[in-house]
Structure formats: structure tokens, C-alpha cells
């Protein structure tokens, strides 16, 4: 191979030949001239050989960087002939390696700009590669919805541990009002399915109830779906009834995240509550320590205090029971969650009961209820220690998408980019090596 056909194959032409070629150094611009091969040109309607060549129609080409040259451009020579099988017509012979949808580019550069738009935006690959940025979108779309239809999940995925959370999508007016009461505003969601083996999502599919979820798991075999032994969600009971329904072999795992916010919540009930009759007794030294700016050193299991503050904090429980208690009771159920085993963990819930029982603060018996209730999930939280913490991670990863697109108003757009970025539908997982000089097609 020459270095004529070298050139060729780089730019993902085929059946051409490399006539003659400009640089400018100065614009890192190469422009080459390329014309069809005569003896390997067929008739775009019958496929029979063209030899009666009548002339030949240029056309420009986009193709990828070649070294240095970040700009390069093909003046692509089209044979033009006459066919004897269509009756004397005149025809044209196919162009093998130009982008059936982008004819304005080749093959090899339509897939180096998808293989940039994996990692960076559509605006940087077009600044890049100096060419319209609407283009690129146009193409990445393509491209992402193409390889969806190769799309399908590892033979070796370990699904035993997986996880599902929703992230917001968009907020748009309600134009769909009923009454002037009715909501303003309607909040979308899109809710991802997580592999917790393999931190990466699999499936999404749009809103944040039952049937947001089920349609996730759908995309999963029943035999694969009977292989995942936990599940991490937050309290979403629609997601609850989704994973009971379809994943009969699943322990949901509920997540200690939630779980400690929830705690946090009711004991900022609490303080608040405090904090109210502080001010009616015109306790100022109460009021203070209570007020909203302290609620974290209140809250917080191991805080970093100065002997001062210590004192304080410790002037406070002395004065205030239900603070004392509160705070007992808060870090009590942090070490309940901590446990290792399930004897250990049931015989530290039944004392943390006895805590909230003792202390006859409404909100932690309202708070011990829901425990209660989700005793069993707080269980499979001990046993596999999962919980939801790689979906919140994905959660963010997709919201800094989001900004880097300036947000997204179509949701399929949305949930292909967030496989692409954050998934399996990309060039790491599908092979697309041969993308630069042919397009499949699916079996």
C-alpha cells in the first residue's frame, strides 16, 4: 500500500483514486482531489458495469483531520456514463464511504466527530472540526439512535445488585388548567435502572411512579430479571410495587440515605417546635442555640466544636429534655444502621424503640411508625449493605449533562444521551471500528 492509498482508507473513501492534493499551513487546511475508479463503477439502479463515461460531477466532502491538518476537504470526482441495461440513460455510480444520511462528509469523518460527542458537547466537536454546530447535533442524534438498534446488554452482566432513582428532566407551564387553584407548573422526571455492579445505567424510561420503573425492567429478560437478588430504592412506593411485581427474587434494600434524612427532618421538627416555646418564654439563651443556623450542630454526629461550644451545647441539654433525647435518639439510630449482622441490628432497633417509647417526643413515635414499615427493607440494607449512592452519583453526572446542554425539551434526546454518557450505548460497549468506511445494518 502506497502512500496514496493510505490517504484513501484515512479519510474512509473507497474505490478512488488520489489525483493531487493542497496544504496551507498557515490555516491547517488540506484539500484533496479524488476521482472515481472506471473499472469498479456500477449504475446506481441496476448494478451493471458503466464504460461509456460521458463526464464527471464534483462535489465537496467533509473529511477527518489528518495530522496536523485539522481542516481537510475532498473535491470528490463522480463518474457520470451511460447504462447500457437502462436504456441508454445516463447514470452514476455510487459513492462508497460518503454518509448515507450526511452526504456532505465521509464515513471515517462522520465517525471520529461521534467518537468526540461521546466525551464532549456538540459545540466543541463542531468548533473542533470547524463546522456547523447544528450539524453535529444532527449526526450524534443518528448516530445514538442507529446504535440503539444494536443495543443490548452484556451475556456476563452481574445484575444481582441493582438500583433505580428518578432526575429531573424539565418544568414547563400546564396550559391544561382546570381551575386558577390548579398547579402552575408540571414537573417531569425521567427515571434511570442501575447496575451496581457495573455503575452504569441500562435502561430509562420517563416519569418517576410504577410505570416508570416496570417499563425499565421490561427491557430485561424474565430469567435476567429473576437473577437480582437486592434492589436499592428510596421510599417511592410506586417503585416499591414496580420491583415486587416484575423481580419476585428481589429483597428491596431501603436507602440509609433517605432514611437518615427523614431522621433529620423529624428532628428538625423538633427544634422548631422547641425553638417556638423558647420565644414565647422569652428564653433567649435557648432561642439562640435553637435557631435555624444551628440545626447541622445539633444534627451532626461527630461535630468539630470548640470547649466553649461544647459547654454551650452542653448548657442546652441540661435545660432542654426533649432536645437531649432528641439528640439521643439521633445518634442512637445511626449506630442501629451501623450494625454488621442481623441479631445485632434487631436487638439495637428493639432498644432505639425503647428510646422513642421513653422519651414521648410525638414527632419520633410518628418517625418509629415508618420504621415499622419498612423494617424488613432496613434488614436487606444490613444484609447487602446497598444502597442508592451510585445512582445519586449518576443522578449528578446527568445533571451536569443537562447544563452542558443549556436543559432538553425532547425526552428521547435526553434518555439517549444519558445511555450514551452514563450507560452502554457507546463505542466502548458496541463496536463501531468499522463505522468509518460502512454502516451496518441490524440482522
Not at 484539500?31 to 458503466?50: A, I, P, R, Y
Not at 456514463?81 to 444520511?101: E, N, T
Not at 414537573?187 to 425499565?216: E, H, P
Amino acid at each position: 500500500m502506497d502512500c496514496s492509498d493510505l490517504i484513501i482508507d484515512s479519510i474512509g473513501l473507497q474505490d478512488v483514486v488520489l489525483q493531487s492534493f493542497k496544504t496551507d499551513k498557515s490555516t491547517l487546511t488540506c484539500e484533496l482531489w479524488v476521482q472515481q475508479k472506471k473499472d469498479t463503477c456500477v449504475c446506481e439502479s441496476c448494478g451493471f458495469s458503466l464504460k461509456n463515461v460521458k463526464d464527471y460531477r464534483i462535489r465537496k466532502l467533509k473529511a477527518p483531520p489528518l495530522g496536523a491538518y485539522k481542516e481537510v476537504i475532498v473535491h470528490y470526482r463522480r463518474l457520470r456514463a451511460v447504462c447500457d441495461m437502462c436504456s441508454g440513460q445516463l447514470r452514476m455510480s455510487p459513492m462508497k464511504g460518503v454518509h448515507p444520511q450526511f452526504s456532505n462528509m465521509t464515513l471515517a469523518m462522520a465517525e471520529v466527530a461521534g467518537l468526540l460527542m461521546e466525551e464532549l458537547t456538540c459545540e466543541a466537536t463542531s468548533r473542533y472540526f470547524r463546522t456547523n454546530s447544528k450539524t453535529m447535533w444532527d449526526l450524534d442524534q443518528w448516530r445514538m439512535r442507529h446504535m440503539k438498534k444494536f443495543y443490548k446488554l452484556p451475556d456476563d452482566l452481574n445484575v444481582s445488585h441493582m438500583s433505580a432513582d428518578e432526575v429531573h428532566f424539565r418544568t414547563i407551564v400546564n396550559t391544561q388548567r382546570n381551575s386558577p387553584f390548579s398547579e402552575r407548573w408540571t414537573t417531569q422526571y425521567i427515571t434511570s435502572l442501575v447496575c451496581s455492579k457495573l455503575s452504569k445505567v441500562i435502561a430509562t424510561a420517563g416519569g418517576r411512579d410504577a410505570m416508570a420503573l416496570a417499563n425499565c425492567l421490561k427491557t430485561l429478560s424474565k430469567k435476567t430479571r429473576d437473577q437480582i437478588i437486592y434492589f436499592a430504592l428510596d421510599m417511592n412506593a410506586g417503585y416499591f410495587r414496580a420491583v415486587s411485581k416484575l423481580c419476585p427474587n428481589a429483597e428491596i434494600a431501603v436507602d440509609r440515605f433517605h432514611l437518615v434524612q427523614n431522621l433529620n427532618e423529624t428532628f428538625n421538627t423538633l427544634r422548631k417546635d422547641e425553638f417556638r416555646l423558647a420565644k414565647k418564654r422569652n428564653d433567649s439563651f435557648q432561642a439562640g442555640m435553637l435557631e435555624g443556623g444551628r440545626r447541622f450542630i445539633l444534627m451532626e454526629r461527630n461535630p468539630n466544636l470548640s470547649i466553649e461550644e461544647q459547654n454551650l451545647l452542653g448548657k442546652l441539654k441540661m435545660l432542654n429534655t426533649n432536645i437531649n433525647a432528641g439528640m439521643l435518639i439521633v445518634d442512637y439510630f445511626h449506630k442501629v444502621l451501623d450494625e454488621k449482622t442481623l441479631p445485632n441490628f434487631r436487638k439495637s432497633l428493639a432498644q432505639w424503640y425503647y428510646l422513642v417509647r421513653e422519651s414521648g417526643i410525638k414527632v419520633f413515635k410518628q418517625f418509629a411508625q415508618k420504621i415499622r414499615k419498612y423494617r424488613l427493607n432496613i434488614q436487606a440494607y444490613i444484609k447487602s449493605n446497598l444502597t442508592t449512592a451510585i445512582s445519586e452519583g449518576i443522578n449528578n453526572k446527568i445533571k451536569v449533562l443537562k447544563r452542558m446542554g443549556y436543559g432538553y425539551s425532547n425526552q428521547e434526546s435526553f434518555e439517549l444521551k444519558i445511555l450514551q454518557r452514563c450507560g452502554l450505548l457507546n463505542s466502548s460497549h458496541i463496536d463501531t471500528t468499522g463505522w468509518h468506511w460502512h454502516i451496518p445494518h441490524p440482522q
